[in-house]
């Protein structure tokens, strides 16, 4: 496509949107030529990071919406996540005013719910509702709510009882396999017996029989649905002659299935996505999958090569990590003197990294708030989160340095989150042997994450009053304080459902820590955590964001699951999903990207430096 033939395509485009052609001259030729592609030609655009998509399958939406004509049948507009669902919307409100009947934009899961699952699935359950009302409860995987009990079963492994809930796993669609996307789980349900796989399959029909499902059932029934009913599938293709879909690397195996019957019966996908940005793989999303569905299909495969978001250096780096042949234009002007940096870090300067970020973004003329310390797991900065934070608490120390934290002005959610966590610590450590859930405050399996919290907000109200650290402007110190949370734990200790140790079992733990008898309780209040300007996140956690400068943290042990620096490496991969880890990290930033490992030997550094990271 020459540039007056796109000026002439952009001049039609913005006729039929009654938009100034002005706001779309900005467009790439690939971009143009995109949008103005036969609709019903079914397509996959292979975009890279940065490239615009959403703004390219907002605006082709828009578009083919502005020219329709036939108000019984509609457009689905389609992608993964609330927060996706919400940008989308967003970008097309840009073109058009509002998006009505008989056309759809939202998440995949709603749209199938409200087309398939809800309309359909009772007739094939034979769910007799409550109360005239025969929806479907979709219920999360972690849902330890206590009404699951009643759909959870145990079974014997390696001379251990495993406990089962309906939610934690899923059978395939004839029943002969079952799994799970906890990894943990997954592997336990393949030493099963065949009888436990009837067991299993007995509580989980149950499960969907009372009228529950996960999300992963919910695709499963209906695909189930649509196979029951060929009729439904026509009439499905027909209401969806045209679907689009956002981020179609994200797409399930089930998911997939789906859309393929739609495809036979007449429907075309238009899939915008990339491949190297598939980082599902625990909800067993294998971009495999949709590379193989869309030359089976034969669905016509255009590039976005235009990079809006990173400087070319980095742009090279997430290439390089891929080793993609496909040239790549970085269009954002470099501002960072050094826009890659490789820092090394051992056990006396970790705690330091983050303050020497903040001197490098500073220096750069970055903004804090728009960068981010990433790690493919949360333990591997965990400890970056707080500046000075001891660690090594005893038990009566959790709990006052959660009282300190509690009691403290102005407080924030962040801290607030502090202070439960150290009282969940520790009532957990005294009471139920140490276990529990430690993305919420080690919550206990028997025990409703939401009811834990206020548990731990109640015990903490009365604490606050019930252990003071002064009296008359004069601290306590360890011992008298000691004493009163002695006091205060035996007439509190009823409130904690079925803990596994008794009060009596515990007094003699409550104690004054080692070399503090003459030391004042609120001491610790220099241990208080402060918590660093940058944020720090999972790489999960910032798909699809941009940011101004993103600091890296390899994990120190390279016996960690996919968080290695080495495992970043296509040559060295054992799994490639961990190089697309890597992928998404490195192409979020615009002007500086900062890798942080431990020490190297040579040959790392010279691996490396191969990628485009040089030590500095």
Avoid at 141 to 146: K, P, Q
Avoid at 174 to 185: A, C, L, M, P
Avoid at 411 to 426: C, I, P, S
Wanted: with cysteine.
């Amino acid at each position: 496509m020459t540039q007056n033939q796109k000026f002439k395509l952009v001049y039609k485009i913005s006729q039929v949107l009654k938009i100034n052609p002005q706001r779309l001259v900005k467009l790439s030729l690939e971009q143009v030529f995109y949008v103005n592609l036969n609709l019903n030609k079914s397509t996959f655009l292979n975009a890279c990071p940065g490239s615009g998509k959403t703004e390219v399958i907002s605006l082709k939406f828009g578009y083919a919406v502005s020219k329709w004509k036939n108000t019984g049948v509609g457009i689905a507009n389609l992608t993964f996540t609330t927060s996706a669902a919400k940008v989308l919307n967003q970008r097309i409100g840009e073109y058009l005013p509002t998006v009505t009947h008989p056309h759809f934009v939202g998440t995949f899961d709603s749209w199938l719910h409200s087309y398939i699952l809800q309309p359909y699935c009772h007739t094939l359950i034979n769910y007799a509702g409550i109360d005239g009302d025969k929806s479907i409860r979709i219920i999360e995987d972690d849902n330890n709510a206590a009404f699951l009990h009643a759909y959870t079963v145990k079974i014997k492994i390696n001379e251990s009882i495993r406990q089962f809930r309906a939610t934690e796993y899923y059978f395939s669609i004839d029943w002969k396999e079952v799994h799970s996307h906890d990894e943990n789980t997954h592997k336990a349900l393949q030493q099963i017996s065949n009888d436990d796989l009837i067991t299993l399959r007995t509580n989980k029909i149950k499960f969907i029989e009372h009228g529950f499902a996960t999300y992963t059932d919910a695709e499963i029934l209906s695909i189930k649905v649509l196979n029951k009913y060929p009729d439904l599938v026509k009439k499905l293709s027909r209401r969806f002659p045209n679907i689009f879909i956002d981020e179609c690397q994200d797409l399930s195996e089930q998911q997939i299935t789906i859309i393929e019957l739609l495809l036979n019966e007449g429907s075309s996908v238009h899939c915008v996505g990339d491949i190297n940005q598939s980082i599902y793989k625990f909800r067993k999303v294998d971009p495999a999958n949709f590379l193989a569905f869309s030359q089976k299909n034969k669905l016509s495969t255009f590039q976005l090569t235009s990079n809006f978001r990173s400087t070319q250096a980095i742009v090279d780096v997430c290439n390089a990590l891929v080793s993609s042949e496909q040239k790549v234009i970085g269009h954002q002007s470099q501002l960072a003197i050094n826009p890659i940096l490789l820092w090394q870090y051992d056990d006396t300067n970790f705690r330091d990294l983050p303050l020497e970020f903040e001197k490098e973004i500073k220096k750069n003329g970055l903004e804090l708030k728009e960068s981010a310390i990433l790690a493919r797991g949360k333990n591997t900065i965990a400890e970056l989160k707080n500046q000075g934070e001891r660690s090594g608490f005893t038990k009566c120390e959790l709990i006052a340095i959660a009282l300190l934290t509690w009691k403290q002005p102005n407080r924030t959610t962040e801290v607030l989150k502090d202070a439960l966590g150290y009282m969940g610590r520790a009532i957990s450590l005294f009471a139920y042997g140490g276990s529990g859930d430690y993305k919420n405050q080690l919550c206990p399996k028997h025990i409703d994450t939401v009811a834990w919290r206020f548990l731990l907000k109640h015990l903490l109200d009365k604490a606050i009053i019930a252990c003071p650290f002064e009296e008359n402007n004069i601290d306590f110190l360890w011992p008298k304080w000691v004493a009163s949370l002695k006091n205060y734990l035996e007439k509190n200790w009823d409130l904690l459902p079925k803990p596994i140790n008794k009060f009596l079992d515990i007094k003699a733990k409550i104690k004054t820590p080692d070399n503090c008898t003459q030391t004042s309780v609120k001491t610790l209040c220099n241990f208080l955590p402060v918590h660093n300007l940058i944020r720090t996140a999972t790489i999960h956690s910032v798909k699809g964001e941009t940011l101004d400068a993103v600091l890296l943290i390899s994990h120190p042990n390279a016996k960690s699951k996919g968080g290695h620096h080495s495992h970043w490496i296509a040559a060295n991969a054992k799994d490639a999903e961990h190089v697309r880890f890597a992928f998404v990290a490195c192409s979020r930033p615009k002007h500086l990207l900062i890798l942080a490992t431990p020490k190297l030997k040579t040959k790392e550094i010279t691996d490396l430096a191969h990628l485009g990271f040089k030590l500095s």
